[in-house]
């Protein structure tokens, strides 16, 4: 599972290379709360790899990056952090869970793919990036043409007295009469007229391989193949003005961006910079020979697939060739029942840095609910404010809320902060459900109202099950 990163980030507003450890952890602080050695490890590796930048290229080959490993239950904070960590230093990222791989012979995702969809991620973020830097120039050339269309030349133009005019007073006049069209465009006044364009057609012609290991997520694009044979053919559209801006400015976008250059420059980061989170190691963890069947068998196999690409290989990809010996890999896991020594020790060499992260208190858990820059109160907040409805919580609510969540953490499955979610979602449940219905717009929650809608998931274990 790819996940695609967006949105304003620290590196934005400070540069990278001024960021301290102390600085990176104190941006982790406001996403996650505790994990203090969790994030002192990761911020220690992206400061790394700032000053690995700084070496002369024959030391730097040699630097790699020491990979970690998180080992903790649910909820507490793994994937948040792995994922701050990329956004923070705007590197090429993917989530994927161990455990949807098998060794080379079993029906099932070869270990490669994790690569490939990195390489997918950099180009995408990078053509993205382009299509920013490029945004204000095709703006003005889109402009230009629908100026175009709205006012098609005239050979002929006659004055008042019936005349012909000259070729200058024709001029003269189309200039002023394209200004007003021009003011008319930025106002907004002309959105709404229908006009005909041309666009390119988007849809690509594609065999994607079914079966085959290692092929699953090639595909091959026969424009790519067959260059003049498909020729980017052209679609007649009638749109508004509105509409057809949005199509225009995306063609002219793609006409001033060199996409050969933005995928070389995309490969270089995503070896460079690429981090993979590795999720559910534990779930592959353990030997051959324990008298597991079925699917287990291929556990020890996986690890060996893997070992290649974390010690450093080259995988091929649509894109090109990729290396994956300066990728950063950050591995997880609950290790409830196997343990990191049941990895493969040439798997446990290559994740020299162990974290184990905490259990989350009471404390942390009502830091969770209101601290973190967009806390899951903020966001219902924010929610139901859009129809109106201002949401208030008061401190013995709060407090309610995380000793509820421990106790429930306790006698059942421990989720972690997980289960803040069931827990808020259910007791907000008649709010969300009434929206802008309600006539009382102030919704004050305090430490009543949490008993009133939760009691009953403390009080009845079966009930709970179900819910929770």
Do not use: C, W
Request: no cysteine; aromatic share 4%; proline share 3%.
């Amino acid at each position: 599972m790819a996940i695609y990163l967006g949105g304003e980030t620290a590196a934005k507003k400070a540069d990278l290379d001024d960021l301290t450890p102390g600085q990176i952890v104190e941006e982790l602080d406001k996403y996650v709360v505790g994990q203090t050695a969790a994030k002192k490890a990761v911020a220690v590796a992206l400061r790394n790899r700032i000053r690995r930048q700084k070496l002369p290229p024959e030391i730097a080959e040699d630097v790699l990056p020491k990979n970690i490993l998180m080992i903790g239950t649910t909820g507490v904070g793994k994937t948040e952090i792995a994922r701050r960590l990329a956004r923070l230093a705007n590197s090429p990222f993917i989530k994927i869970e161990a455990s949807k791989f098998t060794e080379v012979g079993y029906v099932g995702r070869d270990v490669e793919s994790m690569v490939r969809e990195l390489a997918d991620v950099a180009v995408d973020m990078a053509r993205q990036s382009a299509f920013e830097d490029v945004q204000e120039r095709a703006e003005e050339n889109v402009e230009e043409r629908l100026l175009d269309i709205l006012l098609p030349p005239r050979d002929v133009v006659y004055t008042q007295d019936g005349s012909e005019a000259t070729a200058a007073d024709i001029e003269q006049s189309r200039k002023r009469t394209r200004e007003k069209l021009r003011e008319q465009l930025r106002r907004g006044d002309l959105d709404d007229r229908l006009i005909d364009i041309e666009t390119q057609d988007r849809s690509n012609a594609t065999i994607d391989f079914i079966g085959g290991q290692g092929m699953e997520d090639m595909g091959v694009n026969l424009r790519d193949m067959f260059g003049n044979m498909f020729p980017n053919k052209t679609v007649n559209r009638k749109l508004t003005v509105a509409e057809a801006r949005k199509y225009m400015t995306r063609d002219e976008q793609e006409s001033l961006v060199d996409m050969e250059q933005i995928t070389r420059q995309a490969l270089e980061k995503a070896q460079s910079s690429g981090i993979i989170f590795l999720d559910e190691l534990d779930k592959i963890a353990g030997r051959e020979g324990g008298g597991a069947h079925g699917p287990e068998v291929s556990r020890e196999g996986v690890q060996r697939d893997l070992l290649p690409i974390v010690e450093g290989t080259n995988v091929n990809t649509k894109h090109g060739m990729i290396s994956t010996d300066h990728i950063l890999f950050i591995a997880a896991g609950a290790f409830h029942v196997a343990k990191p020594s049941d990895l493969i020790p040439e798997l446990q060499g290559r994740f020299p840095i162990r974290v184990e992260l905490e259990s989350l208190t009471v404390d942390d858990l009502k830091r969770i609910l209101v601290q973190p820059k967009n806390s899951l109160i903020k966001q219902y907040q924010a929610l139901l404010g859009t129809e109106g409805i201002e949401l208030s919580f008061t401190d013995d609510a709060i407090d309610r809320l995380a000793e509820m969540t421990e106790e429930i953490n306790k006698t059942t499955e421990n989720i972690g902060a997980r289960r803040l979610h069931t827990l808020v979602e259910k007791l907000l449940e008649d709010i969300s459900f009434m929206g802008s219905e309600l006539t009382e717009k102030n919704q004050k929650i305090d430490a009543a109202y949490v008993d009133e809608h939760l009691n009953s998931l403390i009080v009845d274990k079966d009930l709970r099950q179900y819910i929770l």
